[in-house]
């Protein structure tokens, strides 16, 4: 319990709030200045009997003098004091290397830079196969202020001109959607209908009827001529219905029914149960379709059997021959006229009864109105085949990764492989691509997979001298090239040092080497030189040459689809490359910040990932990884719990994260790797702002309290995917305190989500997606404010 008279007291019990910063934690570790101090001694002494009669008035006196020079001293070491403590703390520290130092105390070692990947899709010319080189370079051009950057081959590979680019094929999108349908699209030369005309959709056996509306020409991406026949009123579909065998019925010519009934001893009417009569004769056969209409109303049956038959027209007479005086003087007997008319059964009755027969034509000969066309998806998915028709040479190389780019630019990569019987590409099983492709779809065969980094062979760093205990030496070029691998640090280094022209290996540390290990150790100073260092095993042979071959060049900036595109040295047979998806993986160097966050991680995992929170840590740290997050799901496909770590960041991370955790996990843990998808979101704020305070200006601050941009997993702006995560949710408590909290707005009038009122007190995404808030002033942004994007 504290006394009212302790916010007197000099010094003050030290305090010092956790999480705090560089600046707040020099203020409250620092216990005064300069007038505290002298206060402080000046009442002190007070306290000493032997100073009761010491005035400080006579000229002479220096006591004041050395009081104010003591509490000089005390300030100054109380400074420097606050200063060093905040140094031993990895948030607080600030001088250049401090968090370096700090970290090594746990075995941790800083993230050095890391260099980008890409895949190319390589254009051979000729007939031949060409092989290709490990160290074969390319070139990206400028991009966003960044100069170019080069990237090489890793691995020997060989491209075949054969598939070079195939054009996958449209999506035949055959089968008709249950429900109703109310147009088609034609060729539009094969038309022979129009407006107002009659129509019989015959769906494989199944009969519709309808009237057309209009044909309007239409547009197609194929390029194929078009034209939209719709239909005056919506049909029904039947199951299992395709466009491939629909055909499409029109009248040829017309027919009435017979018309006369009870005539003589011809008593059949026009209509009866499934039986038709027409007034005459037509070359109709069992089998064929015949479309009755009756003032407006149309009926499709097909023809079970036909006959002709006779049917009198007018009946027999008998007329008497009268002289002028009228006198009968004989009569005449006239036959009956009889025709022969057309009886049809049908395969239904129509419903309909004789006393309509007037107003009944029958449309017959029935002839095709038009050819059906079948639809063609305007995009390709990761489940739909893969046909390239113009397949029809072996591949001469192993194909194990293919790229696809659509009209618009927009590419995926996936594992799989050409199967020339069956003219298409086989995509590996899994795989999802996490979007559709807009057709035209191209793909590529030829796909050489590249890293950034210059390679420099044989640079001489020194020669050893046996009597040095630790020898050191240091690369002429900088940054040293490290890549994405499947090891625990989840990187590999690109050195290789040779002693006398023996390769000696990299350790991570020199703990239980002993003289016979050829082992070195290599380490990373704040200006980016990159150090080897040898002696903790075995000493260095004097005079024998120490060299190394690496490459140089890394970093975060990632040269875009479509940059790389240059040779840095002409090869014969190697016509062009180009990237068809962004470079991914490329990372700086660990920033103190970052240090301050991952470094503690990394005392948890301690080698091995062993939890959720563990694999989560570990996914967090890939260069590239926005953010992720570990959690127990179903496998339905497995039949087991597995933990799924899912991930904000690009597709062609997905392997390297998988190999990372396991390198970290037991060989047999059920992990699976999933990347969180975005999904659309828009919210929309009414808010009420202060008269004393520009519009504008607060909106400015709004956009930047949610949009703020993020630097570590987990910070930022409320809306921005690094401090959601994947399934992250949405919180109106946090949007209205961080709203509020901004100077000028005094009311949240109205919050909505997706134009649907905000009243729950969380939203959360559908599983496996992230809300995505898009990018503030662009047309991407889901942020409204007033009314305005």
């Avoid at 009669?53 to 009081?67: E, F, I, N, T």
């Avoid at 390239?388 to 696809?404: E, F, G, K, S, W």
């Avoid at 899912?646 to 062609?652: C, D, L, M, P, V």
Wanted: overall charge neutral.
């Amino acid at each position: 319990m504290s006394c009212p008279c302790d916010a007197s007291r000099f010094p003050r019990p030290l305090v010092l709030p956790a999480g705090i910063g560089p600046p707040g934690f020099r203020k409250a570790r620092a216990l005064g200045i300069f007038p505290d101090w002298r206060l402080s001694i000046l009442a002190a002494i007070g306290a000493r009997t032997a100073l009761d009669g010491w005035r400080a008035r006579d000229q002479a006196d220096l006591g004041v003098m050395l009081v104010e020079m003591g509490a000089y001293v005390c300030d100054v070491v109380d400074f420097y004091t606050a200063l060093g403590a905040g140094e031993t703390y990895l948030k607080t520290a600030q001088l250049s290397g401090a968090q370096r130092k700090l970290v090594a105390l746990l075995g941790y070692l800083p993230r050095p830079a890391g260099g980008a990947q890409a895949f190319l899709a390589a254009e051979a010319e000729g007939r031949r196969v060409i092989s290709l080189p490990a160290g074969v370079a390319f070139r990206s051009g400028e991009f966003s202020g960044n100069p170019p950057q080069v990237f090489e081959l890793e691995q020997p590979a060989s491209i075949d001109p054969r598939i070079n680019r195939f054009t996958v094929e449209r999506v035949v999108q055959d089968a008709i959607a249950a429900g109703t349908l109310a147009s088609l699209l034609v060729d539009p030369a094969s038309v022979r209908v129009r407006a107002g005309d009659a129509l019989v959709l015959d769906f494989a056996g199944a009969l519709r009827t309808a009237k057309v509306a209009s044909i309007v020409p239409v547009a197609l991406r194929s390029r194929t001529p078009a034209a939209r026949l719709s239909f005056a009123a919506a049909v029904s579909v039947p199951a299992g219905a395709t466009y491939s065998t629909l055909r499409l019925w029109s009248s040829g010519g017309t027919l009435g029914l017979w018309k006369l009934g009870q005539v003589g001893a011809d008593t059949e009417t026009a209509i009866s149960d499934s039986t038709v009569l027409l007034e005459s004769v037509a070359p109709v056969r069992a089998g064929q379709l015949v479309l009755f209409e009756r003032e407006g109303l149309l009926e499709a049956r097909r023809i079970t059997g036909a006959a002709e038959v006779q049917r009198t027209l007018l009946a027999a007479l008998s007329s008497t021959i009268k002289n002028p005086s009228n006198v009968v003087q004989g009569t005449v007997e006239s036959p009956p006229i009889k025709i022969m008319v057309l009886r049809l059964s049908l395969d239904a009755a129509l419903g309909w009864s004789s006393t309509d027969a007037a107003k009944i034509v029958a449309h017959h000969p029935l002839v095709p109105a038009a050819r059906v066309l079948v639809p063609l998806k305007d995009t390709l998915e990761d489940d739909d085949p893969l046909s390239i028709p113009a397949l029809i040479d072996a591949p001469r190389v192993d194909v194990t990764r293919l790229l696809l780019e659509d009209v618009h630019q927009d590419g995926v990569m996936s594992g799989g492989s050409l199967d020339l019987a069956a003219h298409r590409a086989q995509i590996d099983q899994g795989e999802d691509w996490g979007r559709a492709l807009t057709a035209p779809v191209a793909l590529f065969a030829n796909v050489l997979a590249v890293s950034r980094g210059e390679s420099v062979h044989g640079e001489v760093l020194g020669s050893g001298d046996a009597a040095q205990a630790r020898q050191r030496f240091t690369l002429k070029k900088k940054p040293l090239t490290y890549l994405s691998a499947a090891t625990a640090s989840g990187v590999r280094s690109t050195l290789s040092v040779r002693v006398g022209g023996i390769r000696w290996r990299e350790a991570q540390s020199f703990y239980g080497a002993t003289d016979a290990d050829r082992l070195y150790i290599v380490r990373h100073d704040e200006a980016g030189e990159t150090h080897v260092i040898f002696g903790g095993a075995a000493r260095l042979p004097t005079g024998a040459p120490v060299t190394a071959d690496y490459r140089y060049g890394a970093g975060a900036a990632l040269p875009p689809a479509g940059s790389i595109t240059q040779l840095a040295k002409p090869f014969p047979g190697l016509a062009s490359v180009r990237n068809v998806l962004p470079a991914f993986g490329g990372a700086d160097v660990e920033s103190p910040r970052e240090l301050a966050v991952y470094a503690p991680r990394s005392a948890l995992l301690l080698g091995r990932a062993v939890s959720l929170p563990d694999l989560e840590a570990a996914a967090s740290a890939v260069p590239g990884v926005r953010a992720a997050r570990a959690m127990w799901r179903w496998d339905a496909a497995g039949m087991r719990a597995v933990a799924q770590v899912q991930y904000i960041g690009s597709a062609q991370l997905r392997e390297v994260i998988r190999a990372r955790l396991r390198a970290l996990t037991e060989p047999d843990a059920p992990i699976a790797v999933l990347r969180a998808m975005p999904q659309a979101a828009r919210l929309a704020l009414d808010l009420e702002i202060h008269d004393d305070h520009l519009d504008d200006a607060v909106i400015a601050a709004v956009h930047e309290a949610l949009y703020a941009a993020a630097d570590l997993p987990g910070t930022g702006g409320l809306l921005r995917a690094e401090r959601l995560g994947p399934e992250g949710i949405v919180f109106l408590s946090q949007i209205m305190a961080a709203v509020m909290g901004v100077a000028g707005v005094t009311a949240v009038r109205g919050v909505s989500l997706d134009a649907t009122a905000f009243t729950q007190s969380g939203r959360q995404p559908a599983a496996g997606f992230y809300f995505d808030f898009g990018e503030p002033g662009t047309p991407t942004s889901g942020l409204v404010i007033n009314g305005v994007a």
